[in-house]
């Protein structure tokens, strides 16, 4: 199929996502507007806009919950089957990291119409086998024209009510672990192919077996969330500031894709870079010795990236063990006021 879908469009991926300051700033708008409170409380929403998090949840009853999500970008890369996977684990990532199952999605889709309908069904078909192997189905969705091909899903997930996960609850003392390596963003814009690839592999990748495997534990992870458009420390940061607690990440552990470090050093940077660096300011503090190209990849936006976790140290061992899960441990968390720092 001769069809490359970056020529279609401007940027991609989760690094197309609002900066996490307007958006921060609209959302408190919209969680603070007349009766929003009254409202969640009434229809028994758990989890939404005060604070937000990676899904919203909603108890059906004592022991059942709905876990629900969208999400939705640009492509960043050129292959319409690799687009619609990325896309799809993407988007069902957001219920795992809520500690929930996908039952069921709806897609969300935006094509020119002078878009070869083969790529199209490309993109649908790959995403529907991507949430199959989460265990959910797509059961319709919506579709309009655009000048831009956007494609994303609207997933809903089950989850206990009291074993619900949020980006809270971190606390000092405990392991950080993250299932997925850093540096898409950088990758996909400057490597080589061949670190293309291999990139683009591990993204079609679901974070089901990193969730079971948290879902596993003796003692439950205290805070998870996944890793997207604002970067490893951009999420570290909401983890940070959620738990009021800080996280600090070691570069010299952080689990890099093939071609990442070397395409940092080279300079290659993407369009969330300063987006993301501009929202952290004063809040991610950088260790002397940690290089400019490590930093540049820990601020570097994700698409479809793994989960982050902050677990007691007694069962980190089981994580890592874990090679479906594929954790690796990346920090720890420290007392203080919330914040994030970057270290040897």
Not at 41 to 48: I, P, S, T, Y
Not at 63 to 87: H, K, N, Y
Not at 323 to 338: N, Q
């Amino acid at each position: 199929m001769d069809v490359k879908l970056t020529e279609w469009t401007s940027c991609g991926g989760c690094a197309a996502k609002w900066g996490a300051a307007p958006l921060a700033g609209l959302l408190r708008t919209v969680a603070g507007g007349p009766s929003a409170g009254s409202a969640a409380d009434a229809a028994g929403l758990l989890v939404g806009l005060a604070p937000f998090d990676d899904a919203a949840v909603l108890a059906l009853t004592d022991d059942l919950a709905l876990v629900s999500t969208t999400d939705f970008f640009p492509p960043l890369v050129d292959d319409p089957a690799d687009f619609g996977a990325i896309a799809a684990a993407n988007a069902c990532s957001d219920v795992f990291a809520m500690g929930g199952r996908v039952k069921i999605a709806l897609n969300v889709a935006a094509f020119p119409e002078r878009l070869p309908v083969e790529a199209i069904g490309a993109i649908l078909t790959a995403a529907a086998e991507v949430v199959a192997e989460a265990g959910g189905v797509i059961a319709g969705g919506h579709t309009i024209r655009s000048e831009e091909p956007i494609f994303g899903l609207a997933v809903q997930g089950l989850v206990d009510p009291r074993r619900v996960w949020t980006k809270a609850g971190a606390r000092p003392g405990d392991v950080l672990v993250l299932s997925k390596p850093i540096g898409t963003g950088i990758v996909l814009a400057g490597a080589e192919e061949k670190d293309k690839r291999a990139t683009v592999a591990v993204m079609r990748r679901l974070n089901r077996a990193a969730a079971e495997a948290l879902s596993a534990l003796a003692e439950p992870p205290h805070a998870v969330t996944d890793v997207t458009g604002f970067g490893l420390l951009g999420h570290g940061w909401e983890m940070a500031e959620r738990s009021g607690a800080v996280l600090a990440f070691d570069a010299g552990r952080l689990p890099l894709y093939d071609g990442a470090l070397g395409s940092a050093r080279a300079g290659v940077r993407t369009g969330g870079d300063a987006r993301n660096r501009t929202h952290l300011e004063g809040k991610v503090a950088v260790a002397d010795g940690v290089g400019d190209a490590l930093v540049a990849l820990a601020y570097d936006p994700q698409t479809s990236g793994g989960l982050l976790a902050s677990v007691d140290p007694a069962v980190a061992g089981q994580l890592t063990a874990d090679d479906r899960a594929a954790f690796v441990v990346i920090g720890e968390v420290l007392a203080g006021p919330a914040g994030v720092t970057l270290r040897p």
